[in-house]
């Protein structure tokens, strides 16, 4: 059974834009699946309609053999964590709560709505932290850690949901080198330990070598490449990252910079 | 490359300046506020000549009796009461009604409009009137005041309230719909602990507000202080009444300091 399968997604925005122009792809479980493009791709259209924070204008997206629908949104979320590029925790609340909020969609509203959880989520949530390796921080506000320990965090509350899908927007995009690694590393460990299929959004062509199993290449919101990372080569990056106005302005700025030095 | 000095250098045009329209609209704020005074006969001839009626009228308030400062103090008391029951009120009724209000959390139009037209209305209702309303329905006394104050400020609490939720960063409530969490469980984990110390700094400042106009409530016959202001008033007992609003003007000051501390120990 495939983890996720897209059949022909389109997704165009009310304003006009066209982010994804019939995608259709099957993502295997337990791979590590990098979709890698410049910004403004449509990289995370893609991967956002992938748990149903997009809803695709045509197409259709299934998970685990689940069409996404309204109806059953909630119940494909609770097995489909997500890693965002801001880390998204609530500064305000300490590491524990914010990992216990990965629990939220097992629990009834009522019960969760002091606070309140189970012995057995909290262990599940202190397993999710030893597993990031923030075990000591658990009482401590989200806010007052650094960018790559609130990343850990933001792992820590997609195991919490005991995944079998982690999707990761962008995860390392506002880290510096030495903690993207250390959250890639968590990643791809996660992935190749736990059987959990991992899909991540990069724009960095040397992590994407480095971690994917599989690569897949968008473009203007059509996919142009897919294939191991072996098989991307400068001449597929070039047309990767070939934005034909961008281009053409860059070599303007050169020109004028020039007549006036 | 040697520098050339600044004159030298043909510098890139800058764009057109955009015109600057703030004159214009000074001047003719000026001018309706003139009107305005002019309408109103508003006019500094009018304060000089008033000036000594002023001091003259004030200088009658200059020996507070205290002898029955313990009944005032009870009386206080019974208004800082009101004024906590009609915050408490206010406060769930926002609590509740508020995430409904909010653009980004309101399931939809519909209920959006509803919630925000419900909370304008409450606002809207001015809370002598309702205290008026409410003493016919209820009788004399401080629960009609704390019903009254609870219905005007729900309408504030519940704008406010809405307004923060709104300004809270969209990832945060994206984070709780992508683990699958419900509407009540999104504004328990994210809503609400996000915006924890604007609410906090707005409850105290209309609890500060309900105690205040609690205090004028009296005199529509909703209890506390405002009702002994009023008699005292009304007798030209103007010791008792500076009494009465030397204990009112210290409250509201002890008031005061007591919320700063509390906004302080929240950051």
Redesign the interface.
């Known amino acids: 059974m495939s983890a996720i399968v897209m059949n022909q997604v389109v997704k165009t925005y009310p304003n006009g834009t066209s982010a994804v122009k019939g995608i259709s792809l099957t993502i295997e479980p337990g791979s590590f699946t990098v979709i890698l493009g410049p910004s403004g791709a449509g990289k995370s259209t893609l991967l956002r309609m992938m ?1 149903g ?1 997009e809803t695709p204008t045509t197409g259709t997206v299934h998970v685990h053999n689940t069409l996404l629908t309204r109806k059953t ?6 097995t ?3 890693v ?1 590029q ?1 880390f ?6 300490n590491v524990m ?1 914010n990992v216990l ?2 629990r ?2 097992y629990r009834s ?1 009522l019960g ?2 002091l ?1 309140l959880f189970r012995a057995e989520d909290f262990e599940i949530a202190h397993e999710a932290l030893a597993r990031v390796d923030l075990s000591e921080k658990a009482w401590i506000r989200a806010d007052q850690l650094s960018g790559g320990q609130q990343q850990r965090v ?1 792992i820590a ?1 997609a195991l919490a ?1 005991k995944p079998s899908i982690i ?1 990761a927007d962008e995860p390392v995009a506002s880290l510096d080198p030495l903690t993207s690694a250390e959250v890639l590393d968590l990643l791809k460990s996660i992935c190749k330990n736990d059987n959990i299929a991992v899909v991540a959004n990069l724009h960095q062509v040397e992590y994407t070598r480095q971690y994917a199993d599989r690569v897949i290449g968008i473009n203007a919101g059509q996919v142009i490449f897919d294939g191991p990372p072996a098989a991307l080569t400068d001449e597929v990056i070039e047309a990767l990252y070939r934005r034909p106005e961008v281009i053409e302005e860059a070599n303007h700025v050169a020109a ?1 910079t020039l007549a ?2 | ?1 040697a520098v050339k000095p600044l004159a030298a ?2 510098l ?1 045009p800058l764009p057109p300046r955009p015109r600057n329209l703030m004159p214009i609209w000074a001047t003719a704020l000026i001018g309706v506020v003139w009107l305005a005074g002019v309408q109103l006969d508003i006019s500094p001839k009018t304060l000089i000549y008033g000036w000594d009626d002023i001091v003259e009228y004030f200088s009658r308030y200059g020996h507070p009796d205290f002898s029955q400062a313990p009944s005032y103090v009870k009386l206080m008391l019974e208004t800082i009461a009101m004024g906590f029951w009609g915050t408490i009120f206010a406060f769930v009724v926002a609590f509740f009604i508020a995430p409904f209000a909010a653009r980004n959390l309101s399931p939809n139009a519909w209920t959006y409009n509803l919630a925000r037209e419900a909370l304008n209305f409450m606002r809207a209702m001015p809370d002598v009137l309702l205290a008026l309303v409410f003493v016919a329905s209820f009788g004399l006394g401080p629960l009609p005041g704390a019903l009254a104050l609870g219905v005007h400020t729900a309408g504030f609490l519940g704008k406010f309230f809405a307004e923060s939720l709104e300004r809270v ?1 969209k ?2 409530y ?12 999104k504004m ?3 809503g609400w ?2 915006i ?1 110390r604007e609410m906090s700094g707005y409850t105290l400042y209309i609890l500060d507000r309900n105690i205040r106009t609690g205090a004028v409530l009296g005199l529509v016959g909703a209890g506390g202080i405002g009702i002994a202001l009023y008699d005292t008033l009304r007798m030209f007992e103007y010791d008792q009444s500076a009494a009465l609003l030397i204990i009112l003007i210290v409250t509201i000051m002890l008031l005061d300091r007591l919320s700063s501390f509390v906004r302080g120990k929240l950051h």
């Open positions: 748990n924070l949104l909630r119940t494909v979320r609770r489909v964590g997500m965002f801001q998204n925790l609530v500064g305000r609340l709560t909020t990965g939220l969609a509203w969760s709505m606070h933001g509350r949901q999707l004028t006036y030095a | 490359m250098q043909s890139p960063d990832g945060r994206e984070a709780l719909d992508a683990v699958g969490a419900g509407f009540s469980q328990m984990y994210a602990p996000s924890l």
